[in-house]
């Protein structure tokens, strides 16, 4: 018999790079999750926006089960039917004409930044290699992702970093024009941040680097791997703002909780590209792009679009009447169903402490650095579990408030 698996063992045989919540999930199915006491959770979390279709849709456990007893996996030596599906989606779907599949959106970012990178050298000169990113920003943890995010706690103490990467205020045109130049081969943003607390761009300042970028043929960067996939209520973010990048980054929803990403981009860009100059094993894997396909064709639909807005207005409804008696939350943030609810001065630096009690009352939700608390749940969730889950939470709130 195995021995019985203990959050203990937790702390003994992972690398200590997380501090996870005292419970261990064991099941799920939409959005209630249960752990290995058979206590019931409510989940906003979604998996860090993830899971955009709940645990266990039936559709995507069918779709996983099938292919399982197809094919699981031959590299890219081979091609395969489920990542040709998915490519054609996708490119059906928005501006892009070329897909790459990765496994994770570091991955689907890294090949971003080198394919700017290797376009800009092939297309023009080879000094024209600058990023311009921004602060707060996240990209991933490899160490070319981790360099372009906006965050150095993030990206110091490895030693020398990828050079030529300049970071300037997010949502300031100014100051990307004092920076932008004929050497700049690639502008990256997050069309919302996700993990710098769901600040959303403005529609002047995307326009505005949009021509700037144009001006200085530099490459747009969209990392859309959280703000993509249905979470903003349109398919890609970009398509409401109406400015189109030149690359864009996918993954977290893409595979609903199946591991997989992709970078879009256009038949111009992808031509400087051949055979040998970037790759991946796992890559457009056909158990995770058969899940993809799936994801694909429920969240690209009218009704899971539509309903992302009215869910955000039964969110904020309930979270304004938690803030009518507790007065915790300054303001709300995102776009969507990525949430974000701002705490008030009083309670900066305390984000962490109202999801470890939220876990205590049964409700499952993050937070986007130390003032910002992020809802992420599924886009399907229904009304009366957004309502449970707010009653616990409202719970959660009166504990950490009268601490
Ligand atoms: C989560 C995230 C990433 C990194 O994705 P991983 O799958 O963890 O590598 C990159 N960019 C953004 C905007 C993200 O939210």
Redesign the pocket.
């Known amino acids: 018999m195995q021995p019985k698996i203990t959050r203990q063992l937790f702390d003994k045989v992972i690398l200590p790079v997380y501090a996870p919540a005292q419970f261990i999930p064991v099941k799920g199915k939409g959005s209630r999750v249960w752990d290995q006491n058979g206590e019931e959770y409510i989940d906003f979390a979604g998996g860090?926006?993830v899971n955009a279709l709940g645990h266990c849709h039936p559709r995507l456990v069918k779709a996983l089960h099938q292919q399982s007893e197809k094919i699981w996996h031959v590299s890219n030596v081979f091609t395969n039917e489920p990542a040709l599906n998915l490519a054609q989606k996708l490119i059906d779907n928005t501006f892009a004409d070329r897909i790459f599949f990765a496994n994770?959106?570091?991955?689907a970012?890294e090949a971003a930044f080198k394919l700017a990178r290797y376009y800009a050298i092939e297309k023009y000169n080879p000094y024209k290699t600058k990023i311009i990113a921004f602060h707060q920003s996240?990209?991933?943890?490899t160490f070319f992702?981790v360099s372009v995010g906006g965050q150095a706690k993030y990206s110091d103490g490895f030693g020398p970093k990828p050079a030529d990467i300049i970071h300037v205020p997010f949502n300031n045109l100014d100051a990307v024009k004092a920076v932008i130049d004929d050497h700049t081969c690639a502008v990256v943003l997050?069309p919302v941040q996700?993990?710098g607390g769901l600040t959303c761009a403005s529609l002047e300042f995307l326009q505005g680097v949009r021509e700037l970028c144009d001006k200085y043929h530099a490459l747009l960067i969209f990392?859309e791997?959280?703000c993509g996939m249905g979470r903003t209520g349109s398919l890609y973010t970009y398509q409401q703002y109406g400015v189109t990048p030149d690359i864009l980054t996918s993954?977290?929803a893409l595979g609903g909780g199946f591991p997989i990403?992709a970078m879009l981009t256009t038949e111009d860009i992808a031509t400087v590209m051949h055979p040998g100059v970037h790759g991946t094993t796992y890559g457009g894997n056909p158990l995770a792009c058969a899940v993809g396909c799936e994801a694909f064709d429920i969240i690209n639909t009218a009704e899971v679009l539509e309903g992302v807005q009215k869910r955000r207005a039964i969110f904020i409804e309930q979270l304004e009447n938690i803030n009518d008696k507790f007065r915790v939350f300054r303001e709300y943030r995102g776009k969507g169903l990525l949430l974000g609810a701002e705490l008030q001065p009083e309670f900066h630096h305390k984000a962490r402490d109202f999801l470890n009690v939220a876990t205590e009352f049964r409700v499952m939700i993050l937070n986007a650095g130390p003032n910002v608390l992020r809802f992420t749940p599924s886009l399907i969730i229904s009304e009366e579990e957004i309502r449970e889950g707010m009653m616990r939470f409202a719970k959660a709130v009166e504990k950490v408030v009268n601490a």
């Open positions: 860090i926006a994770s959106g570091a991955e970012n996240f990209h991933g943890r992702t997050e996700g993990e990392d791997v959280q993954a977290k990403s």
